[in-house]
T-cell receptor, first 113, second 115 residues
Framework: SQKIEQNSEALNIQEGKTATLTCNYTNYSPAYLQWYRQDPGRGPVFLLLIRENEKEKRKERLKVTFDTTLKQSLFHITASQPADSATYLCALSNAGNNRKLIWGLGTSLAVNP | DAGVTQSPTHLIKTRGQQVTLRCSPKSGHDTVSWYQQALGQGPQFIFQYYEEEERQRGNFPDRFSGHQFPNYSSELNVNALLLGDSALYLC??????????????FGQGTRLTVV
């Protein structure tokens, strides 16, 4: 069955450092991979989308890579800030069912001042 | 421009009861998807509505049903509530014309507690 794995352990980093989160998947060939941020008790907020034919995408301090051979995406936050503390979720979809998202469990990130 | 709005924000129900959750999509959006998120888990896809019809469905029993209205708003109904139905229920909207790979906009969710 389809499986998505994200860093199971919470990530604690110092302010100003780069946070790197991992999303690995098996038994799936996604056309799209998305990253969302979720704060406690709130709905996920879209951050970035990357297509299967794209290797890398950037938005301000955020960078996402997508390696379909390794079946892995890396999500980087550079110059991290305490306000970046949240749970980050990766979600996959294919071209035919692009609005049915399959989600990882999320990785909790804490940026310490 | 209002984003996705869900009501109520919190709800407590007793086992065996029925519940209806409501969602108004973002302006201009015509597709609504519902997700269930248990504590510490990622969202699980329940179903999706477009043009007032259920288009896709996840692995949820028939106790979970829905509806979409002509104004694109949607309801999620859950019958015969079980303790395991306690979760955050999320509504996400998008628009078909946006094409494949469209980002989803989420509401703040409804926290359902079944006692």
């Amino acid at each position: 069955s389809q499986k998505i794995e994200q860093n199971s352990e919470a990530l604690n980093i110092q302010e100003g450092k780069t946070a790197t989160l991992t999303c690995n998947y098996t038994n799936y060939s996604p056309a799209y991979l998305q990253w969302y941020r979720q704060d406690p008790g709130r709905g996920p907020v879209f951050l970035l989308l990357i297509r299967e034919n794209e290797k890398e995408k950037r938005k301000e301090r955020l960078k996402v890579t997508f390696d379909t051979t390794l079946k892995q995406s890396l999500f980087h936050i550079t110059a991290s800030q305490p306000a970046d503390s949240a749970t980050y979720l990766c979600a996959l979809s294919n071209a035919g069912n692009n609005r049915k998202l399959i989600w990882g469990l999320g990785t909790s990130l804490a940026v310490n001042p | 421009d209002a984003g996705v709005t869900q009501s109520p924000t919190h709800l407590i129900k007793t086992r065996g009861q029925q519940v209806t959750l409501r969602c108004s999509p973002k302006s201009g959006h015509d597709t609504v998807s519902w997700y269930q998120q248990a504590l510490g888990q990622g969202p699980q896809f329940i179903f999706q509505y477009y043009e007032e019809e259920e288009r896709q469905r996840g692995n949820f029993p028939d106790r979970f049903s829905g509806h979409q209205f002509p104004n694109y708003s949607s309801e999620l109904n859950v019958n015969a509530l079980l303790l395991g139905d306690s979760a955050l229920y999320l509504c996400a909207s998008s628009f078909v014309a946006g094409g494949a790979g469209t980002e989803a906009f989420f509401g703040q969710g409804t926290r359902l507690t079944v006692v």
